[in-house]
C-alpha cells in the first residue's frame, strides 16, 4: 500500500514537473490581421525573464516550429519565455511586402506580433531590454521586418534564410509561388544607403538603439538565393555604421564561414557551403549572441 501511495506522488511530482506546454493566447490586443499567438512558459522562469519571438517558415505554423528547434529545452534550462505567432493567409507566410508591416505602428502582421510582445512583458513582468526575435524562410524575412520596423521593442534578431528588410516591397505577394521572386532570388539591386534607407523610413525620426543581427543562410539554397543574406548584411551594416572585418572559416562548424562586422558584438553572417533551405538553427550560437548563453 505505501509502495503504491509512493508510486503515486512520484507520478504527481512528475505531472507537476512537466506541466510546460504551448498554449494558446486568443485575446492579447490589437491585431488587425489575425494573427495568432502561441506562448511556451516554462515551469522554473528567471526573474524579468528574457522574451523570445519565433516565427515559422511558410506552409508552417506556429505548432510546427515550436517542434522545429530545441528553443524549448533551453527555455526549460535558462528560464527565458517563447512566443510562437502564427499565420494563416497567404500560403501560411508572413506580410513582409505590405507597407503596413513595414512602417512602424502601421498595423499588418507585424503589429499583432508587438501586441503579443508587450502582453507578455506585461503578464509575465518580462525585461524589456531583452526582447528577441528569429525565424526561418519567411520567418527569417519576417525577422528583419520586426528589427527594421519596431528597433524600440526588439533587443536583437536571428534570421535563418530570409531576405533583407522591405526586399519585397511592392510585390503582390510573398509566397514561393508569387510570380516575382526578384527579392528571393537575390536580383534586386540596391546600394548600401538604399538598402538602408529602406529600414530608416520604416520609423522615420528614430535616433534610438538599432537591433543586433545574426544572418544565416545556406550556399546551395536555391529558393532563397544566398545574394539575399549578403544584402540583408549590407542593409545592417549600413543601419548600424559597421564594416566587414573579418572571415572566420569552420565557425561554427566546419561547413560554414562567419563574416564579422565590427566587433562582431552587433552583427554577424554565417554561410553554410552545401547547406539548403532552411539554414538549421544553431541555438547556442543564437543565444550567446542574445546575450541568453554565456
Not at 190 to 197: C, I, L, V
Not at 236 to 263: F, H, I, R
Amino acid at each position: 500500500m505505501r509502495l503504491l501511495e509512493s508510486l503515486m506522488k512520484l507520478a504527481a511530482f512528475a505531472g507537476l514537473a512537466s506541466s510546460a506546454s504551448l498554449k494558446q493566447v486568443t485575446s492579447f490586443g490589437s491585431n488587425p490581421t489575425g494573427v495568432q499567438m502561441y506562448i511556451y512558459v516554462p515551469d522554473k522562469l528567471a526573474a524579468s525573464p528574457a522574451v523570445i519571438v519565433a516565427l515559422h517558415p511558410c506552409g508552417g505554423s506556429a505548432q510546427q516550429w515550436y517542434s522545429g528547434t530545441k528553443l524549448p529545452s533551453y527555455a526549460d534550462q535558462l528560464g527565458f519565455i517563447l512566443i510562437y505567432a502564427g499565420t494563416t493567409k497567404m500560403s501560411n507566410c508572413w506580410d513582409v511586402q505590405n507597407t503596413a508591416s513595414l512602417t512602424h505602428n502601421g498595423g499588418g502582421d507585424a503589429a499583432g506580433i508587438v501586441s503579443m510582445v508587450k502582453y507578455t512583458l506585461e503578464q509575465y513582468k518580462g525585461d524589456a531590454s531583452k526582447v528577441f526575435v528569429m525565424g526561418g524562410s519567411s520567418g527569417a524575412m519576417m525577422t528583419n521586418v520586426m528589427a527594421g520596423s519596431y528597433p524600440d521593442v526588439f533587443e536583437a534578431g536571428a534570421a535563418f534564410s530570409g531576405v533583407a528588410h522591405a526586399c519585397f516591397l511592392g510585390a503582390p505577394s510573398a509566397t514561393p509561388s508569387s510570380q516575382n521572386q526578384t527579392c528571393a532570388q537575390g536580383q534586386i539591386q540596391r546600394s548600401a544607403q538604399e538598402w538602408g534607407n529602406l529600414v530608416r523610413n520604416s520609423y522615420p525620426g528614430y535616433t534610438g538603439r538599432r537591433p543586433r543581427m545574426q544572418i544565416f543562410h545556406g550556399n546551395a539554397d536555391t529558393l532563397v538565393r544566398p545574394e539575399c543574406a549578403h544584402q540583408a548584411l549590407t542593409q545592417w551594416a549600413n543601419v548600424l555604421g559597421l564594416s566587414l572585418t573579418k572571415t572566420n572559416s569552420g565557425v561554427p562548424s566546419a561547413q560554414y564561414k562567419q563574416e564579422v562586422y565590427g566587433d562582431g558584438t552587433q552583427l554577424q553572417g554565417f554561410f553554410g557551403d552545401g547547406v539548403g533551405h532552411i539554414a538549421p538553427v544553431n541555438e547556442p550560437v543564437m543565444l550567446k549572441f542574445f546575450g541568453l548563453m554565456t
